[in-house]
């Protein structure tokens, strides 16, 4: 039974139609309204579970202005649901500014369990679970993403993004740039018919995606920077002698980096990391 005034999160399918639990199907029923991301993309979903709740939209771009007159109903005593066009609501996806209002205003909100992509993708990858970041979309500036990655790189948890399938490529080229050839996964079309999971390094998959482009959604997983620190300190050897063999032909700093970063596949911070260390030693 759904209460009175109440606000029920409910995540809905991310390609299976069949993915949607019994209580998301009851509570969809029996609310007075659903607020959805796209009215005539859920239609269908709820067309074809005979659901003929009042759709009311919600989506980014009035997000504002409709959590408020969501609210108002909800304080006169209305239940409602909140879906997205796929998966768990707020993720990537309207709902967190909903929500948020209501934990303020003192309205009860419930989010049922159910479908998401990255969690899906991040078990599918068989990547360590015991800790994840979550980064939703990078930014589509070059420079921007790759200052995001910089800042993960040390990180050692796997690294969850989604990523369209035309800017794969660009972003398997960051990850390699300042990442180095670290372990990626990237899983497609999750719970559809052509569900495909690729594991490996990203100089391969860049590889394999450059030959035979991406399609459908995907979601991006990169390995933790576990391991990954070891490999870094028995390879910075080489890029210090490299570096200096540069220098000492007369190349600039910033150059030589750039070369030996070039020629390892790794990302320039690691090698500059690796410079500032050898300098703290040899004091
Ligand atoms: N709220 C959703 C969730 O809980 O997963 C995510 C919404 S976000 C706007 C959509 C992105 O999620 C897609 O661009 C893709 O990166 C990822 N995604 C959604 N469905 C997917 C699927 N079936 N397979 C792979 N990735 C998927």
Known sequence: MVEKGALYVCPTPIGNLADITLRVLDTLKQVDFIAAEDTRHS????????????????HEHNERQRAA?????????????????????????????????????GIKIDVLPGPNAALTALV?????????????????????????LAEIAEL?????????????QRTL??????????????????????????????SDLLAEFEQT??????????????????????Q??????DLEKLEAEGVTGKEALRLVAQKYGIGKNAIYKAKLEQKKNTK
């Open 213 to 234: 482009p991406a399609k459908g959604e995907c979601c991006l997983l990169i390995a933790p920077a576990k391991g990954q620190e070891q490999v870094l300190k028995n």
């Open 173 to 202: 080229q960051d990850i390699l740039e300042v990442l180095g050839d670290r372990e990626v996964a990237v899983a497609r079309e999750l719970t559809k018919l052509h569900q495909t999971v690729h594991r490996g390094a990203a």
């Open 156 to 168: 050692p948890y796997t690294i969850i993004l989604y990523e369209a399938p035309h800017r794969l």
């Open 124 to 148: 599918l990858s068989g990547m360590p679970t015991d800790s994840f970041l979550y980064l939703g979309f990078l930014p589509s500036k070059k420079k921007e993403r790759q200052k995001i």
């Open 43 to 58: 239609r269908k979903l709820l067309a074809h579970y005979k659901i003929k709740t009042l759709l009311i939209s919600y």
């Open 69 to 105: 007159e969501l609210i108002a109903r909800l304080q006169q005593g209305q239940s409602g649901a909140l879906i997205s066009d796929a998966g768990m609501p707020g993720i990537s996806d309207p709902g967190s500014v909903l929500i948020r209002q209501c934990i303020e205003k």
């Open 236 to 241: 910075a050897t080489d890029w210090l002698r």
